[in-house]
């Protein structure tokens, strides 16, 4: 009932809208009802004396009353789409505002299919309950109200069949109306499923293709369709048993009705005319009856839905800026201070593990370590896209939770491991760096990204359409646009989750070449390749969630075993490069001296061909 009054409190301005709406069906009714007492007054008073003038002055009013009612009925239809499809715009608005405001950890408790649903199916449930639920729901009462107090008025002893009765009703409807909530509950959340195999198979479809998946994700898409059909008509088998339960007590009452009312009449206890506009009554109240009942049905579906829509409107966004937040970002140094972090709070093991790292302004840092071992979750805390569990992350001299995030992340630009391009032209795309840009400006990231070298070869250059998603481009563009877009921000940080690993090595030197000439900006970079930060001023070398080394590249070639087998690996130096392996390590030092000298000049490095070997499975862009 709380959220059912919540979502009502989303009508806004259509709260006006609504109550005409109900205002119009009261009246619709009310002139409706009153029809069969005039029916019973020209048969029981105008048949009986034959009065004439008697049957055309009710027959009028029966007419009046014929007439005004459907007047008000057709104006309520508008008044009542208005409030229900102005009620579905700003649930709609008000989920897709909310789900802005997430933080990273809040887009982790839902799956993007099922807000989906949510804003969507969901609301599109609420909105239709409204529209095809608002006359009956309002329509309903106030006949059976009206129609109850009208018959006791014409006869108060027939009327007692319908106390006996409705008990029975009541039973039968509380009964299925039980049974079938939980199961509305169940068929959004199979919606869910669908959508989630929908959306899947369609935003990897070339990987469907590529691996010719076509007849599993068929499979797939067919166990959860059939899922879904089979969901449904369990529900609405059960849902539309109201129907015969409501119609058996309808006929039964009207025949006891009958009986009572004939040996009433056998007896001169009733009118002929009185036990027709009773009759009337019966079945207005019946209809009533049947509104209410599917006025429940509509009110059950709407309550699972309203729900799932308020876990949305509720989920606690935990990331917020605070009271008097800082709006300007000092520096570009980073710390982190004895730094544990979990994505749930019921999670056994911490990813990382108490990292303490001093970065100083406009120095750059390499990231390196396995797969798993918590690189992105590292360098995420710093624009704070997730919080620490434990300890601090200090930025220009302040914790981040100190700023306003807007302010925190202007002056954090990341580029993210999975590259993400909109729907538009390569222009719109770089305005979301700097929404003020020049097209000079453009054109300079555009060269410190080496977006330069295929730009002109695109029909329209900065006006040339990406598609959505930037489909139109291969993934090394794509990356270097995603560089050109975070270098635009002119940031105090700039973070690259190893966002050039599928630009060939010689652009990827050129890229660094730019990069170093952004003076001031602290630069981290996640690399898999060991040229990308060797030239770094330390590299942090990560391991299962701890810092196992930072240093110097020349610094950890001669002491960190990690960074010595990572660095072998990728020049083919294989070998015992564990703790004691003296000879290994002499190997790879003299490696690495070579390395360092041809680092001063990262061009040439990049381009010569000891190094076209350094990382064979990522040397070519993608
Ligand atoms: N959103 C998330 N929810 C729960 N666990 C996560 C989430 N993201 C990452 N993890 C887990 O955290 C650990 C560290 O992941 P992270 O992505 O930081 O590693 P990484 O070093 O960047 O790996 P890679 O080099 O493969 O990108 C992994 O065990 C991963 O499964």
Redesign the pocket.
Known sequence: MHELRRIVGFLGQYRRDAVIGILLVVIESAFEMVIPILMADIIDVGVATRDVDYIVRQGMYMGVCAVLSLVTGLMYARFAARASYGLGAHLRAAEYERVQGYS?TNL?HFETSSLVTRMTTDVTVIQNALNAGFRPMVRGPVMLVIGFALAFYLNTELALVFVAVAPVMAVALVLIVRHVGPLYGVLQRTVDRLNDVVQEMLTAVRAVKAYVRGDYECEQFRRVNEELAGTSEHTFRFAVLNMPVLYVSMYTVTTLIMWFGGQMILGDALAVGELTGFLSYVMQIMNSLIMISNVFLLLTRSLASIHRICEVLDEPVDLASPEHAATEVEDGSIEFRDVSFK??ADAQAN?LEHVTLSIPAGSTVGVL??????????VQLIPRLYDATEGEVMIGGRNVREYDVAALRDAVAIVL?KNVLFSGTVRENLLWGDAHATTGELLEACRQARVDEFLDRLPGGLDYDLGQGGVNVSGGQKQRLCIARALLKRPKVLIF??STSAVDMATEADIRSALASLTGVTKVI?A?RVSSVMEADQIVV?DD?RVHAVGTHAELLASDNIYQEIYASQTKQHGPCGDGGAAAQAGAVQAADALVGSAASPHEEATSSSHDQLDPSKGGER
């Not at 370590?369 to 590292?378: A, P, Q, R, V």
Request: glycine share 22%; net charge negative.
């Open positions: 990273f982790d994505y749930r990813v370590g396995g797969t798993g071992s918590g690189k992105t979750t590292l491991q989750d190893d996640i898999q990560l969630g």
